[in-house]
């Protein structure tokens, strides 16, 4: 009865928000600021590929998981609850039997009004579960089957496109050393090509998929993709797109959890053995977010052409509480390859590569040289054994290439990867014990080097959580498919301990912070010897209503670095210091328009080097008319940066599945514009230009992409149909 009052009570309180939906039920809004949240740190992309986070999400919101009957496991996948949450609700379940509401959360430990509020679209409650097993024609009744067409331009012509003998006053010459004096001839044209001067293919990029799915149990999808540059049936490319993609996975069949053939995607324990694709659980302003959470094998949906496994993995559950997967994947990989000569000059079968290429770029003779240079073969498994409050997991994977990476060695990089095969093995636990969870994972390499994370987080009172997190990643520890939560760029040479904080004072107040104190054993590049360094951040959120968000943020970095000054010998190690400084207010002025205000500043300084100051305003309106048939957003936004060091990132709205978070420096403008249609039920429409203004800049970028003027835009279009 008490249960029944409370669920009552809640329904009539309606406290989850009203975001924004498309004609699918799709909360767009949401997902892009939990997207905006696990990006925070992928900065140094500007198109940051994320398409599999929102697949999840959106798939997630369209078949709901059923807390009364799902895994810890599954509800890691949302990225959303910590373990400390989760085990909370299973200790409920377990305690008072299934919910009969959603909102029974608000009586559960660890869960307040705010969690719910950001769970509440992707989760439901049902009294029986619902059938994992479906006929063929329950399958084609229900499935769900969608297209997607993309494509983009650059306004304004970049080097690459231009077939002129005196391009912005510099003359190409044959690879004689004679000038070319008529860009009108096809043979001059072929030697600019020839001679890497211009891109081979057009200005345009065009992106196609085709994604059928069933709930989650069954994805098909195919994916293809041409890069601006790039050929486009013909010379290099005769058979049209430059990259493919496609993946079939079925998910329980009884004791088969999961079949991936095809484009996939294996993840593992906390990601230090092995992990394909991108991970997000880092640094950011969820300050709790620091545990990896594996979800197995998964389809592959994305055009990174390099972060996937290609071939085919398994998942069974042989007796309860055990399960057993196995993967193989083989793929052709970008890389810097050379061939090795013997004595005489004559090439022999050994091939070497001094590193990885991953732009995914093949738009001149050089760039395609490098496309699928060496064949990367992956097999390997994963046992775990599964309790609600308890895992423990073995993990093993071997990598070989056909071709021996030979690295150029600098005294920074001599204890890393070299050869053509590697084997890593690792053992992870979790373990939720009342309000606290402990976790962690220990992986070997061939070469005996180690990698080590634990961490706990605690719940030390219905308000307040704390998470902890040490690594010592030894400077040889060859981790190439590991994401080990790391200061660096990769999970070696690396020490550190990481303890953060939350404070939920109120629904209104939440107050985030972390303090991450690091060193590195050994040197790193341009850094020429051991050093150490600490990062902090703290951010309040004030949240007085629905419809107004706000929130400050500092953030403080100081590492070791070499000095820019001119030295003698070894270069001295100074401070680089870096203070970010945001405010950020988002509040609806209707049902239908929203807007976004942000300030942000950066103060960068090296050694005895001037300061280096940036600065950031832009304000954003989102104008989604209930029922009509279109929406608009609006952004503009004013820079000034002294240098790129000082350089400030801001993630954009961009076209559904589609996410970039751009850097701006210089000084200027930045604007944007985004219109969707839905003309007809089920077809979408999205047009969006975007341009930047410099000030003082005759010249944007250098090389082939670079344009002449002080403003840079583009076009972008996509159709999307359901059906």
Not at 500 to 509: D, H, K
Not at 645 to 650: F, G, L, N, S
Request: hydrophobic content about 35%.
């Amino acid at each position: 009865m008490r249960r029944g009052l409370l669920a009552g009570c809640a329904l009539l309180a309606a406290f989850h928000g009203t975001a924004q939906e498309d004609d699918h039920g799709v909360p767009r809004d949401l997902i892009e600021q939990r997207i905006e949240a696990a990006a925070e740190n992928l900065g140094e992309d500007s198109d940051v590929d994320l398409t599999t986070l929102f697949d999840v999400l959106t798939d997630r919101y369209t078949d709901p998981i059923d807390l009364n009957h799902t895994t810890p496991e599954e509800l890691n996948t949302l990225g959303l609850l910590t373990d400390v949450q989760i085990g909370a609700l299973f200790d409920h379940i377990h305690r008072d039997g299934p919910l009969l509401s959603i909102y029974e959360l608000q009586t559960i430990n660890a869960w307040d009004a705010r969690t719910i509020e950001l769970v509440r679209p992707f989760v439901t409650v049902r009294e029986r579960e619902q059938g994992a097993r479906a006929g063929f024609k329950e399958i084609l009744r229900n499935l769900t089957q969608e297209v997607t067409i993309r494509s983009q331009v650059n306004v304004e012509e970049r080097r690459g496109f231009q077939d002129r003998t005196n391009l912005f006053g510099q003359e190409y010459t044959d690879p004689d050393g004679d000038p070319l004096a008529d860009a009108s001839d096809p043979a001059v044209r072929d030697s600019l090509r020839a001679n890497n001067k211009v891109y081979l293919g057009s200005p345009y990029k065009l992106y196609v998929r085709y994604r059928a799915r069933y709930r989650s149990n069954l994805s098909f999808g195919v994916t293809a993709e041409k890069d601006e540059g790039e050929e486009f049936f013909k010379g290099s490319q005769p058979n049209g797109f430059d990259f493919y993609s496609a993946h079939l996975f079925i998910r329980d069949l009884g004791r088969v959890k999961a079949i991936a053939l095809g484009d996939y995607q294996a993840q593992f324990g906390l990601g230090l053995t092995y992990w394909s694709g991108l991970a997000f659980s880092s640094k950011s302003s969820y300050t709790l977010n620091i545990k990896r959470n594996a979800s197995g094998l998964l389809p592959y949906t994305s055009v990174n052409e390099n972060l996937f496994n290609r071939g085919a993995g398994i998942t069974v559950e042989p007796i309860r509480h055990v399960e057993v997967t196995a993967f193989w994947s083989r793929n052709n990989l970008d890389a810097n390859s050379v061939a090795v000569s013997d004595t005489a000059g004559a090439e022999t079968p050994e091939i070497t590569f001094s590193s990885f290429q991953e732009d995914g770029f093949h738009r001149t003779n050089t760039e395609l040289a490098k496309k699928d240079a060496i064949v990367a073969q992956t097999f390997g498994g994963h046992i775990a054994y599964r309790r609600t409050h308890f895992q423990i997991g073995v993990t093993g994977a071997h990598v070989g290439f056909d071709a021996t990476l030979n690295k150029n060695v600098k005294p920074y990089n001599e204890f890393e990867f070299q050869g053509d095969a590697n084997t890593t093995l690792g053992a992870d636990f979790t373990w939720l014990y009342r309000n606290a969870s402990f976790f962690g994972e220990v992986a070997r390499s061939d070469n005996g080097g180690i990698g080590l994370n634990v961490g706990t987080l605690i719940a030390l009172d219905r308000r307040v959580s704390l998470a902890v997190l040490y690594r010592d990643y030894q400077r040889d520890f060859h981790g190439l498919y590991s994401v080990g939560f790391a200061e660096g760029s990769n999970p070696w040479n690396e020490r550190g301990l990481y303890t953060g904080l939350e404070i939920r004072a109120s629904r209104a107040w939440v107050f985030n912070c972390y303090f991450d104190q690091f060193t590195f054993p050994w040197l790193r590049y341009q850094v020429d010897a051991p050093t150490s360094g600490y990062e902090a951040l703290g951010q309040l959120n004030w949240s007085p209503s629905k419809k107004v968000s706000l929130y400050v943020r500092a953030r403080h970095e100081d590492k070791g670095y070499n000095t820019e000054l001119p030295e003698q010998g070894i270069d001295a190690i100074v401070r680089r210091v870096q203070n970010n400084y945001r405010f950020n207010a988002s509040y609806s002025v209707s049902r239908s328009i929203s807007l976004r205000t942000r300030v942000e500043v950066v103060d960068f300084k090296r050694g005895d080097a001037p300061l280096d100051h940036g600065f950031l305003i832009y304000q954003d309106l989102v104008h989604r008319p209930l029922r009509s048939i279109w929406e608009i957003t609006l952004r503009a936004a004013l820079f000034n940066t002294t240098s790129y060091d000082a350089r400030v990132y801001a993630y954009e709205n961009d076209l559904i599945g589609v996410f970039s978070i751009p850097p701006y420096y210089g000084r200027g403008m930045r604007w944007y514009a985004m219109l969707r249609l839905t003309p007809l039920h089920r077809v979408d429409l999205w047009l969006r230009y975007g341009a930047w203004i410099y000030n003082g800049q005759d010249r944007i970028s250098s090389g082939l992409q670079e344009i002449s003027g002080p403003v840079k835009s583009d076009v972008k279009l996509q159709v999307r149909v359901r059906f």
